[in-house]
Nanobody, 120 residues
Framework: VQLQASGGGLVQAGGSLRLSCAAS????????RGWFRQAPGKEREFVAA???????SYSGSVRGRFTISRDNAKNTVYLQMNSLKPEDTAVYYC???????????????WGQGTQVTVSS
């Protein structure tokens, strides 16, 4: 399974970005997907997750601003990020696993990461 993340970029505070994570290769059925992020000098942290059936979970720092969704027919997961803040600056990684958890070690497959930079 290969995960390809895209959609990162540079945006001003208060702006929006939409990240995509497309799966290819031996695609998974029933997989959960997650988004994590890692800022320089910090540990990788959970952002959002979604089950195959569409049940979502979010970290407290992004709840109400970010929305995770998925299109199972396209094997793609999205992360709509609104009201971005400078502290959202990080490399964002998408991941796939059997359960939608907040623990990055629970995910078996990872994308390469996409940089999100929010200027103040």
């Amino acid at each position: 399974v290969q995960l390809q993340a895209s959609g990162g970029g540079l945006v001003q505070a208060g702006g929006s970005l939409r990240l995509s994570c497309a799966a290819s290769g031996h695609t998974l059925l029933g997989d959960a997907r997650g988004w994590f992020r890692q800022a320089p000098g910090k540990e990788r942290e959970f952002v959002a997750a979604i089950t195959w059936g569409g049940i979502t979970s979010y970290s407290g720092s992004v709840r109400g601003r970010f929305t995770i969704s998925r299109d199972n027919a396209k094997n793609t997961v999205y992360l709509q990020m609104n009201s971005l803040k400078p502290e959202d600056t990080a490399v964002y990684y998408c991941a796939a696993g059997s359960r939608a958890t907040v623990v990055f070690r629970d995910y078996n497959f990872w994308g390469q990461g996409t940089q999100v930079t929010v200027s103040s």
